[in-house]
């Protein structure tokens, strides 16, 4: 099982700051098959980058992934009120298909 | 639009059994793997489940495996997951979401396990 481990856990920022988040992977993963999401409270998921850096339908450019092998970063240029969630990584490339831990990214 | 509407949740004794049912609408259900996750109180997402467009492959996590099937009926455009043997860590809101990298999520059932 691949193990994903998010860092920070928790990041403070103030709105039009940039934010950037790590996610380490325990192993390679298969084919840059790296996921980001975003979580607000009460709400499902969203999906905000796949393949390690291909924005979802209508996510903003604001957004940006990177990385490949163990190591991915997602990117938050100009954060917006809206932007203060929960972030998920994932891989979906090997079975079991694992979720980091999240980092929460608070207003400072 | 892709619409995703979880059903079937609900409050089970331990040891008891629910079935979950995703209705699909708004894409061709029939190209798409699809995929369970799901999200315990104030906890992190883990995956559960997927299986493949025509059902012949499917996966679950270790802690359901032998315990939870998935299944699928492509002529419904229905997703299902049938629970058994439910333990208090089973609960938590679950979720069925489209493809290997989940683009579309319903809204999410409560699944209580509580004597």
């Known amino acids: 099982e691949i193990v994903l481990t998010q860092s920070p856990g928790t990041l403070s920022l103030s709105p039009g700051e940039g934010a950037t988040l790590s996610c380490r992977a325990s192993?390679?993963?298969?084919?840059?098959?790296l996921a980001w999401y975003q979580q607000k409270p009460g709400q499902a998921p969203r999906l905000l980058i796949y393949g390690a850096s291909t924005r979802a339908t209508g996510i903003p450019d604001r957004f940006s992934g990177s990385g490949s092998g163990t190591d991915f970063t997602l990117t938050i240029s100009r954060l917006e009120p809206e932007d203060f969630a929960v972030y998920y990584c994932q891989q979906y490339g090997s079975s079991p298909r694992t979720f980091g831990q999240g980092t929460k990214l608070e207003i400072k | 639009q892709v619409h995703l509407v979880e059903s079937g949740g609900g409050l089970v004794k331990p040891g008891g059994s629910l079935r979950l049912s995703c209705a699909a609408s708004g894409f061709t259900f029939s190209d798409y793997y699809m995929t369970w996750i799901r999200q315990a109180p104030g906890k992190g997402l883990e995956w559960v489940s997927y299986?493949?467009?025509?059902?012949?492959?499917?996966n679950y996590a270790d802690s359901v495996k032998g315990r939870f099937t998935v299944s699928r009926d492509n002529a419904k455009n229905s997703l299902y997951l049938q629970m058994n043997s439910l333990r208090a860590e089973d609960t938590a809101v679950y979720y069925c979401?489209?493809?290997?990298?989940?683009?579309?999520w319903g809204q999410g059932t409560l699944v209580t396990v509580s004597s």
């Open positions: 299986i493949s467009s025509s059902s012949t492959y499917t």
């Open positions: 979401a489209r493809s290997a990298a989940a683009d579309y």
């Open positions: 192993q390679s993963v298969s084919s840059s098959y």
